[in-house]
């Protein structure tokens, strides 16, 4: 539950700690007091999207931190790996900053705004206003039975099966050309692959001749290079190249060394210069040797190449890339030349999958409807329990109108029907539900969805929109009665809602300062009943507190009641 709201500078709000209590908890106010930037706060810390607007005027952010307790475990829990503290509770902190960034803490662990979100939805559930335009939209129709039915398992089968079923067309379809574009494209392919294969591609060719054109185009140099090097070295014919200078040197210090222990340690040195000498004259020479030119060499080595890249420009910019190429060219002609072959074994495994897919989405069907059952007589007690006693409530199965009747949510095409009056046919609810009724209709439908929730808590943002007189009492009791099991939040305008409440709180508006303030206060039992009688008709007058100390007793009295027949049961 929803222990404590701590508020900075959002909206009108300064500052404002709420501490919620378990059962039922309403707030009460002016139209633009500000009840609505509480629900905002909430849905921040929620993990909703949020705008840097909300920042109040001066401030550099904003900041909602929220604390809960006495959470069931979690399966979020497990996979994130923060839990509740040694006391249960979960500490959620938001903070918005001028620049638009967010900070996002849990119990003192950054989160990312997904992950709070992802938190929020296991934590509580916003119910707003604007609510019973969903129930309207009878494409939402499907989600609320489903999440009802809880029919997720057999949504997931059927919905591998109708991927399956998906992917088998996709690939039958690429392979259902007509004879003509069968015939262009075999021809590209086949001249594709001719002039792949004749170009005779090896990995590392073009590297190759890149180094040998660039021998080629300096040969003479090279060779002069050698030749001059050698002729250095060894002298040529005449033998006056450094490797016989050096060997002189070494000669003339061997014999000095008989008389000269320094010329015999420098007579050791010249020896391993010369040997090194003549060593490097025998590399040269062996490098020499081993060029080898031919006339136009050099013109078939660049001829080779620029073909090399014209093909890269076609095929791809390396001979990796272009084998890879040919590779897949070869793969498609097999397929086009064989495609008849493999349409047929398509077809046959398409036959398979549609099979299996209707068979799963028939399951689903059959499950959606049982569901269907429950939740109608659900609903039209909820209904009857809220001053609609008439109310005949029914979920409309039709064929899904799409290829093979069905796509991703099944074959069923689901609507809400309901007659409000003897003797009325069921109806789409878009086309004769009244403001209030949808209100009813929707507490009716949240109230059954949210036994299957997890969440803890519940927040009613103004869904008494349309009710009054009798139907808000029923209503009033409603919520009092899904407070028993979830802990409540309604923001309302009604006295007879306002009066069932287990805690009050005013949300008020004032001036401090030349600056517009939003002020929460929790009211005791005198406030309460200056409250209730506001709601009921403004003025204090004696007989609209003698009123409202009416309909506290009265609420009073059910809930003692209740309390009673349920400590019975």
Not at 104 to 116: D, I, K, Y
Not at 315 to 344: A, N, P, W
Not at 528 to 554: C, D, I, K, N
Request: charge should be negative; charged fraction near 30%; hydrophobic fraction near 40%.
């Amino acid at each position: 539950m929803l222990s404590l709201l701590h508020i900075e500078n959002i909206a009108l709000i300064d500052r404002a700690d709420i501490s919620f209590e378990r059962g039922f908890n309403v707030l009460t106010g002016e139209t633009g007091a500000g009840k609505s930037i509480i629900i905002d706060s909430i849905g921040a810390i929620m993990g909703e999207r949020t705008s840097r607007d909300l920042i109040r005027t001066g401030a550099k952010s904003a900041r909602v931190t929220a604390v809960f307790r006495d959470l069931p475990p979690l399966q979020w829990f497990e996979t994130s790996g923060i839990a509740p503290d040694e006391n249960g509770e979960l500490l959620l902190e938001r903070v918005i900053q001028g620049d638009g960034k967010n900070l996002c803490r849990v119990n003192g662990a950054p989160l990312l705004v997904t992950q709070l979100r992802e938190l929020g939805l296991r934590l509580l559930n916003i119910h707003g206003q604007h609510d019973g335009q969903q129930l309207l939209d009878e494409e939402c129709h499907l989600g609320y039975l489903d999440s009802f039915g809880n029919t997720a398992p057999q949504l997931q089968t059927f919905g591998e099966a109708y991927q399956r079923v998906r992917e088998i067309r996709k690939e039958r379809d690429a392979l259902q050309m007509n004879e003509a574009e069968k015939a262009r494209r075999i021809d590209t392919l086949t001249y594709q692959i001719k002039e792949l294969e004749d170009a005779q591609l090896k990995v590392g060719e073009e590297e190759e001749l890149t180094a040998r054109r660039d021998v080629l185009r300096h040969a003479e140099k090279l060779m002069d290079a050698v030749d001059t090097a050698y002729m250095a070295l060894t002298g040529g014919d005449d033998g006056e190249g450094a490797v016989s200078l050096l060997q002189e040197a070494e000669n003339a210090m061997t014999m000095g060394g008989r008389y000269s222990p320094d010329l015999q340690e420098l007579s050791v040195r010249a020896n391993t210069i010369r040997v090194d000498a003549d060593d490097l004259a025998d590399t040269i020479r062996d490098l020499r040797d081993s060029f080898e030119f031919y006339p136009g060499e050099l013109d078939e080595v660049e001829g080779r190449l620029d073909k090399l890249y014209r093909l890269q420009k076609k095929y791809g910019g390396s001979t990796e890339e272009m084998l890879d190429f040919l590779d897949r060219c070869k793969k498609e002609l097999d397929t086009i030349q064989f495609s008849e072959d493999r349409i047929l074994q398509l077809e046959k495994q398409l036959k398979k999958a549609l099979a299996e897919a209707v068979q799963k989405g028939q399951a689903l069907s059959a499950a959606r409807k049982a569901a269907a059952e429950q939740l109608a007589a659900r609903i039209q007690s909820e209904l009857q329990q809220l001053d609609m006693p008439k109310v005949r409530f029914q979920v409309s199965f039709a064929p899904k109108d799409a290829p093979d009747g069905m796509d991703a949510t099944g074959m069923d095409t689901v609507r809400f029907l309901m007659s409000a009056n003897v003797g009325e046919d069921l109806k789409p609810i878009n086309r004769i539900a009244s403001g209030g009724e949808l209100s009813r209709i929707m507490l009716a439908l949240k109230n059954v969805l949210a036994e299957t929730e997890e969440v803890s808590t519940l927040i009613f943002d103004e869904v008494d929109t349309g009710v009054s007189g009798r139907a808000a009492g029923k209503v009033a009791r409603k919520l009092f009665q899904v407070s028993h099991t979830k802990q409540v939040l309604c923001v309302t305008h009604l006295p007879q809602i306002a009066a069932m409440g287990d805690v009050q709180f005013s949300v008020e508006k004032g001036e401090r300062g030349g600056r517009t303030y939003t002020q929460v206060e929790r009211l005791d039992r005198r406030g309460r009943l200056e409250e209730v009688a506001r709601l009921s008709g403004g003025e204090l007058s004696t007989a609209m507190l003698e009123g409202a100390e009416e309909l506290l007793r009265a609420a009073e009295q059910y809930k003692a009641d209740y309390g009673a027949k349920k400590a019975r049961a």
